[in-house]
């Protein structure tokens, strides 16, 4: 027992005369560890000088944003379709007692999707300017959904 007071007693002395030396070398202005600079949030800003009447100078920060192309890029027919029957197979496993925002979650992205085949083939299409809820959206639905497999898109497979 006594050898281990012993040996914590050396170690606690070793850390705190690396503290004080720590201090000290502080204290008298000895050489610092580099600055640690987080680089994860980088933000691009610029400083422009704009004169003053009085001859005195006034510094302003820009932000400096790059300007973002819009997103031409579409899917491929193959994937839009595969979602579509995906989605449509998901659509018909949802359980009686499932909840009706998870249906209602399937039935939207099964329309986005729907709109999305529908832009693809170049087939007119009303889902936007009709009403979510309701027969008219399914009728709809429907319409879409048979115009598409007439341009030659397969829904079932």
């Known amino acids: 027992m ?10 606690g002395r070793r850390g705190g005369l690396a503290g004080m030396l720590t201090l000290l070398n502080r204290w008298c202005g000895g050489a610092r560890p580099p600055a640690r600079r987080r680089r994860r949030f980088r933000r691009r800003v610029a400083a422009r ?18 300007a973002s192309a819009p997103n031409t890029r579409r899917r491929p027919v193959e994937q839009v379709a595969a979602d579509l029957r995906r989605l449509a197979r998901e659509l018909a496993a949802v359980p009686a007692g499932a909840p009706y925002v998870r249906w209602q979650a399937l039935q939207n992205a099964y329309d986005r999707v729907l709109v999305e085949a529908a832009e693809l083939l170049e087939v007119p299409h009303e889902l936007a300017e009709v009403p979510v809820a309701g027969t008219a959206h399914d009728i709809e639905r429907l319409r879409v959904v048979c115009a598409l497999e007439a341009a030659g898109l397969v829904m079932e497979g």
Do not use: E, I, T, Y
């Open 2 to 11: 006594n050898s281990v007071l012993v040996l914590v007693s050396s170690f």
């Open 49 to 66: 000088v704009a004169p003053v009447r009085d001859g005195a100078r006034s510094r302003k920060v820009v932000r400096v944003r790059r």
